[in-house]
Structure formats: C-alpha cells, structure tokens
C-alpha cells in the first residue's frame, strides 16, 4: 500500500484568504489527481497531473505535481464560502507495475466562512 | 451529462447477512472499480475490474467479497456475511482508460449499515 499524507487535515479560513494543501508521499506516482467530495456524494475529479514540475490552473485554484513525482500541492486564491469541502489527492502506481488503482490521500477537509 | 448510478443509496442489514449492492457504469467506460469509505477514514480501493475479470483487488477484498458484470450493464459489490466493520459508504466508478490518465467518474455512493 502506498500511503499518501495530506496536510493540514483541517483548515478554516476567511473569505478571501488564500491557502495550501498538502500531499505528500514517499512512493513515486504515474499521476497525481485531486478529488473534491461533498457530504454524501462521490469524489469528483478537479485535475491530473502527469510530469513532474507539472503546474495547472483552474480558475483560482493551481495544482502542482512535485518535480520527483512523490508530492503536489493545491493552492487556491481568495478563497470562497463554494471552496468548502474535502479535498482528496490520488496517486496512480507507476505503469510497470500493471496496477490500476488509485490510492487516496488522508484528506483536507476545508471551511472558507463567510 | 453520463454518470455513474448506484443502488440503493441506504441499507442496513443484520451482521451475519448477505447485502448486493448495485452499480450501472457510464456505457462506454470499460474499467470498473469498487472504492469504500468508512466515516471521517479515506477512501480505499476494494477492486477493480476489466474485461469481465478481476484486474486487482486489496487485502480488504477477501473473500467474503466478489464482484460481477451479470448482463454487460450491471456490476455489482456482493459481501456474502456482513460484519460490523463493513459499515461504510461503498463508491462505484467506472473510467474509459487506466487510472493513470483516466479520469474516474464516481457514483454517489451506498451507504452500509450493519447492525
């Protein structure tokens, strides 16, 4: 099992503050992926990322895949009370080993107040 | 928008008994995956399924546990005697390609409940 650490595990912040998340890992992934889940429903993809360097933007939120493959991180700007949720990142096991799953981080579970 | 749909939403079920829980993949999709998340824990992979076959499970997947694709629509989680710690929410997803460049599409989950 690969185990992937997500920090902080909480965070609350004001309205328009900026933040960091954390995923961190020893094992070298294929892919990064994060994950948004809302109480009672399914994860739900924001972004892949696949080079290590990597960086992608979505509109105020920037993902960043570490350059050995082993970490990423998701910023967001000026955050907002529809920011609140758990954020999950996923890594995908290196090709060779012909795994196909995904192992999910510990999770951020985050309040922006109004 | 396709997505991916599971029933029931909510069971309980007495320790000891068998419980089927109900997924339709998106159609055009060909890997299957059950994931379950006990509460405030993280979301683990059960299995995943390609080509009518199990591709890989994890330890948690013993075999108490056992999958099918009945009818080419269908695929289902079976748990043949439940225990107390199979209480979780059980997510389906499907994907067109391989976890590494594939985006997984989740279902909105089946709640377990054993009592």
């Known amino acids: 099992t690969q185990l992937l650490e997500q920090s902080p595990q909480f965070l609350s912040i004001q309205e328009g503050e900026n933040l960091t998340v954390y995923c961190n890992s020893s094992s070298v992934f294929s892919s990064l992926q994060w994950y948004r889940q809302e109480p009672g429903e399914g994860p739900v993809l924001l972004v892949t990322?696949?080079?290590?360097?990597e960086v992608k933007k979505l509109k105020r939120l920037t993902f960043q895949f570490g350059d050995a493959r082993k970490d990423s991180s998701l910023h967001i700007t000026a955050a907002q009370p529809g920011d609140t949720g758990l954020y999950l990142c996923?890594?995908?096991?290196?090709?060779?080993?012909?795994?196909?799953?995904?192992?999910f981080g510990t999770g951020t579970r985050l309040t922006v107040i109004p | 928008e396709p997505e991916v749909t599971q029933t029931p939403s909510h069971q309980v079920t007495q320790m000891g008994q068998e419980v089927i829980l109900r997924c339709v993949p998106i159609?055009?999709?060909?890997?299957f995956y059950w994931y379950r998340q006990i509460l405030g824990q993280k979301v683990e992979f059960l299995v995943s399924?390609?080509?009518?076959?199990?591709?890989?499970k994890s330890e948690i997947f013993d075999d108490q546990f056992s999958v099918e694709r009945p009818d080419g629509s269908n695929f289902t989680l079976k748990i043949r005697s439940t225990k107390l710690e199979d209480s979780a929410m059980y997510f389906c997803?499907?994907?067109?390609?391989?976890?590494?460049?594939?985006?997984?599409?989740f279902g909105e989950g089946s709640r377990l409940t054993v009592l």
């Open positions: 159609s055009n999709h060909l890997y």
């Open positions: 990322v696949v080079t290590g360097g």
């Open positions: 997803a499907s994907s067109k390609a391989r976890v590494h460049t594939g985006e997984l599409f």
């Open positions: 996923a890594g995908a096991p290196i090709l060779q080993t012909g795994a196909n799953n995904l192992f």
């Open positions: 399924f390609y080509n009518n076959e199990i591709s890989e």
